[in-house]
């Protein structure tokens, strides 16, 4: 079974921390992508990477293809980073997208 | 350049009915996939479109059925609702016949049913 885990589920941060949140999976993929929502639904998407790490402003992105693992990471945290952050991956073989069940961040200045 | 296009933004609907949903991709795009949003999940992937053919499908029912045209915009159909189908409704495009692309989201339609 395609399994898509992320933690943690909520994430509380004081301004200004350094935030982490985390996608595993089991078997392998193509790519992975990482997405922004805000309350009130819309979707942005953050990266799209199949190895090593990304970067955009205070953004970062990493996978490690061996261990099935992606972290995000948020540098200098801001109110406005507060939204639900979705890990989503291709499967090999499969054009859809396999989505987690997100993790909910609020930055309190 | 205009991004996803969804519509309508709120629908309400009861039980049994039909509904429509209409997605225009972002300009340049090709491939259209829609997915569903329960509160508090991630979207599910209902299925893709590319040249106007259902290119693959989630685990949803046929009561979901889709078309894309050839503008490349394309309608998401749910027939004899269930209270269950409540959810938002996402399209995102991309560009095209390869996967491994950056999707694109619109705002989503939100559903609900009485």
């Known amino acids: 079974k395609n399994e898509v885990e992320q933690s943690p589920q909520n994430l509380t941060a004081q301004e200004g921390e350094f935030i982490t949140i985390n996608c595993s999976y089991s078997v392998g993929i193509s790519a992975l992508h990482w997405l922004q929502q805000h309350p009130g639904g819309g979707i942005v998407s953050l990266f799209m990477l199949s190895s090593g790490k990304k970067k955009h402003g205070r953004l970062i992105a990493t996978i490690n293809i061996q261990e099935k693992h992606s972290s995000l990471h948020i540098t200098a945290s801001h109110p406005r980073d507060s939204a639900v952050y979705i890990c989503?991956?291709?499967?090999?073989?499969?054009?859809?997208?396999?989505f987690g069940k997100g993790t909910k961040l609020s930055v309190i200045p | 350049d205009a991004g996803v296009t969804q519509s309508p933004t709120h629908l309400i609907k009861t039980r049994g009915q039909q509904v429509t949903l209409r997605c225009s991709p972002k300009s340049g795009h090709d491939t259209v996939s829609w997915y569903q949003q329960a509160l508090g999940q991630g979207p599910q992937f209902i299925f893709q479109y590319y040249e106007e053919e259902e290119r693959q499908r989630g685990n949803f029912p046929d009561r979901f059925s889709g078309h894309q045209f050839p503008n490349y915009s394309s309608e998401l159909n749910v027939n004899a609702l269930l209270l269950g189908d409540s959810a938002l409704y996402l399209c995102a495009s991309s560009r095209g016949a390869a996967g491994r692309q950056p999707q694109h989201f619109g705002d989503g339609t939100r559903l609900s049913i009485l």
């Open positions: 989503g991956l291709e499967w090999a073989g499969s054009y859809q997208l396999t």
